[in-house]
């Protein structure tokens, strides 16, 4: 780092196995979608030299695959790896998409690195998604570094923009938060608009010039110097702040020169730390260009200032029973544990995981143990089984290069792994291990669909185990009160990318229907009722008569029964037969088709006959009788309510209200947070936030979180009750 320029490696950009933890750079883009993450990662590979141009691969200028169209679709969307070589480091990429709806993916990249690097437009700024991720890095201590890109467009002001990032980063120290390289501006054009070409190194007080499509170094003019003088003073002022060396701020303030040595090595360990976040500017090349402008610097700052996997914790291991397991960060020759952070299906080689290795070896051909627990709520089972490892890969495009090991702190693909989801641990097979899980977010989008055809509906079922096996952040429900099958997405974006790949990964057609709310019904009050079932014709009939009363119970109650049969009305061996048959007419409903709960219905008479009573017939009769005391009843419609938390920021904290009470909402409190934040609880019926997921996100600009659990059922207002009634009539 600190501006020195380094031969360009050429082909031996393509980055292969790394032989030891300590050559191996893992970093994660981060940054809203349109700031430029994928052109930044484009143009990192050509100036390494694993692109000879823009979408071609340095093997003697056959065409790739990297830059098509729809590959370029699909990298927006979900997690991808680029690796590449810089001075004989081995830096793996991880591009995330900047859509809300792929926070999963984010998370994945971010469990995957070691460091990330935001990347901030200069003509859209600092959106409040990205805010929120830098302060989820800074939560585990993650090493982190900013670059402004669209440093072309016409209004571009990176003094601007620094500061912007200062006050959105900086919070607890914005002079933790300066510029390394200010830019280097080219003549006006007609227009008034001074194009960027090259960048000020403030260290060394070099200039390094970009314009001819190769970086160039030169010596400052003396009307340059002063600015340069000014930005550079407070830069180092904010190294030495950080400075683990406590006299080097004495000496600096008593006048003393701090060698340009010193202050590389100071700014490099504060960077690992995660104690100083450098702002850098970058640019794509020009056509004919070999290096983006800003991208020798970028490489410099990655390989230099950001961690090796040896300074990345490893996250907790346990064995499959739960022990605790201490396993040393990083060891080559310790016990296999790696995590399968992304899961893909490719039409040719099948299920392709990426996984990162964080202690042992990995090699091709070898068996190891698959461990996945903890996501059976989102339809993934826990299983425990031992597979053989296929090729081992590191990708670039559509291209997979095959390698021959991975060690712990790097990052491939591994084929037929048939049984491995994202999320999972493979482990020695002799030394099953677990990895502890990182936070997944809660889908609350839900999409309920059904087979377009009777081909589509065989297919369906391993098409949705599939499509959940490869996204965590998506929950298959078989919802046992609706009949509905129901995926739970995170946004529209994240449901329409499922409902593609079920069709064209999975050959699987499906229809989108509304999504049905779990509705009971219930008496309002006390009733009575008779059932009769007789019936004679010839040979055995059936005759069974019983009388209920009805009487409504609390909330959670169920369905509880009740026998005060004197005098044998109903024989003893009937009465059981009674009880199930309102059971089961509960079940089915008695006024709208939902489910009953919550009442008491008691036996109170009856009559039976020698020969023609039987089970049947009193089942028949109990459910007879449950349905005429609903006929003489008010019956209530009970909705399920949610218990909801919001939070959002102070800004929005008014119009987050008063859309919960447009919902039927009952604010419960609000609650004080750090970062400018506040916690709203309120209940609110699950009718009303089916979308709740989407029109949030409007409503927020994309800043608040919402979390939503079960409270109870309660009746629902009536005018409502009634439409839904009106629609049950006219379905039957």
């Known amino acids: ?49 694993a692109v000879n141009r823009a979408g071609r691969v340095e093997d003697g200028g056959t065409v790739s695959d990297y830059d098509d169209i729809e590959h370029r679709q699909q990298r927006s969307v979900q997690l991808s790896l680029v690796p590449v070589e ?44 990205t805010r929120m991720v830098w302060e989820e890095c800074a939560a585990v201590g993650m090493p982190r570094a900013i670059v402004v890109t669209h440093l072309e467009a016409a209004r571009a002001d990176f003094a601007e923009m620094t500061r912007v990032c200062a006050e959105a980063f900086g919070a607890d120290d914005p002079d933790a938060v300066l510029p390394l390289y200010t830019p280097l501006y080219g003549p006006q054009g007609p227009d ?57 701020m004495d000496r600096y303030l008593g006048g003393e020169q701090i060698d340009l040595k010193t202050l590389i090595e100071d700014l490099e360990r504060a960077v690992a730390r995660g104690a100083f976040f450098p ?72 299920r392709v995981s990426l996984v990162r290795v964080f202690s042992g070896t990995l090699r091709p051909d070898e068996t190891v143990h698959v461990s996945g627990h903890g996501l059976a709520d989102r339809g993934h089972e826990d299983h425990d089984v031992d597979e053989k ?35 999972d641990t493979l482990s020695g097979k002799d030394d099953p291990l677990l ?26 079922s391993q098409g949705l185990s599939r499509l959940v096996a490869e996204d965590p952040t998506m929950r298959l429900e078989q919802n046992q009160d609706t009949h509905q099958v129901v995926l739970w997405c995170l946004g529209e974006a994240h449901a329409d990318v499922a409902l593609e790949r079920l069709r064209s990964r999975y050959g699987v057609q499906v229809d989108v229907v509304p999504h049905r709310v779990s509705l009971r019904e219930t008496f309002a009050g006390r009733s009575a009722g008779r059932g009769r079932h007789v019936k004679q014709s010839g040979g055995h009939g059936q005759f069974a008569i019983c009388e209920i009363e009805v009487e409504p ?48 219905v008691t036996l109170l008479d009856g009559k039976a006959h020698s020969v023609d009573s039987s089970d049947a017939a009193f089942q028949t009769a109990g459910a007879l009788a449950l349905r005429e005391a609903a006929a003489d009843a008010k019956i209530h419609l009970l909705e399920p309510v949610a218990e909801v938390s919001v939070l959002v920021g102070d800004d929005y904290v008014g119009a987050v209200m008063s859309d919960l009470s447009g919902r039927r909402g009952r604010v419960l409190g609000t609650e ?47 005018q409502i009750a009634e439409k839904i009634r009106e629609q049950a009539k006219e379905a039957s």
């Open 1 to 49: 780092m600190g501006d020195k320029v380094k031969e360009h490696p050429g082909a031996a950009g393509r980055a292969m196995a790394a032989d030891h933890p300590a050559s191996v750079r893992n970093v994660v883009l981060v940054g809203h979608s349109g700031s430029g993450k994928t052109t930044l990662v484009e143009a990192l590979a050509l100036t390494a030299g």
């Open 86 to 129: 810089w001075n004989g480091f081995k830096i793996n990429i991880l591009d995330t998409p900047g859509y809300a709806d792929f926070v999963g993916e984010l998370r994945a990249g971010l469990r995957a690195a070691d460091a990330a690097l935001f990347v901030v437009s200069a003509s859209d700024g600092v959106d409040g998604s």
């Open 192 to 248: 008034g608009h001074a194009p960027v070409t090259g960048l000020v190194g403030l260290l060394t007080q070099k200039l390094f010039d970009y314009s001819t499509g190769e970086r160039k170094e030169s010596e400052p003019g003396p009307d340059q110097l002063p600015d340069i003088e000014e930005a550079r003073n407070r830069l180092i002022e904010g190294i030495i702040s950080e400075s683990e060396d406590e006299t080097l």
């Open 279 to 350: 702002v850098l500017a970058a640019a794509p090349a020009a056509d004919g260009a070999r290096q983006g402008l800003g991208t020798v610097e970028l490489l410099e700052l990655v390989t230099g200032g950001f961690p090796t996997p040896f300074e990345h914790p490893t996250p907790g291991v346990t064995t499959i029973d739960g022990r605790p397991r201490e396993i040393k960060p990083c060891d080559t020759g310790g016990p296999l544990v790696a995590e399968v952070v992304k899961t893909a299906s490719d039409p040719y080689v099948g």
């Open 389 to 423: 490892v296929g090729a081992l890969s590191t990708p670039f495009g559509k291209q997979q290069r095959p390698v021959t090991h991975v060690i712990a702190g790097d990052l491939a693909c591994v084929a037929k792994l048939g049984r491995a989801e994202t999320g």
């Open 435 to 460: 990895m502890e899980p990182w936070e997944m977010p809660d889908p609350l989008l839900p999409l309920a669909i059904e087979a377009h055809s009777k081909a589509d509906e065989d297919k369906l």
């Open 553 to 600: 119970l609390p909330g959670g109650s169920g369905i509880e029964f009740v026998d005060k049969v004197v005098g044998g009305a109903v024989p003893r061996q009937f009465i059981p037969s009674v009880e199930k048959g309102i059971r089961a007419q509960a079940v089915k409903g008695v006024a709208a088709g939902y489910q009953l709960v919550d009442v008491r």
């Open 672 to 718: 004080q947070t750090s970062g400018g934040r506040t916690l709203i609880k309120a209940e609110v019926p699950e009718f009303e936030i089916g979308r709740y997921a989407v029109d949030l996100r409007s409503l927020s600009h994309g800043t608040a979180r919402f979390s939503r659990s079960y409270a109870r059922h309660e009746p629902m207002p009536p």
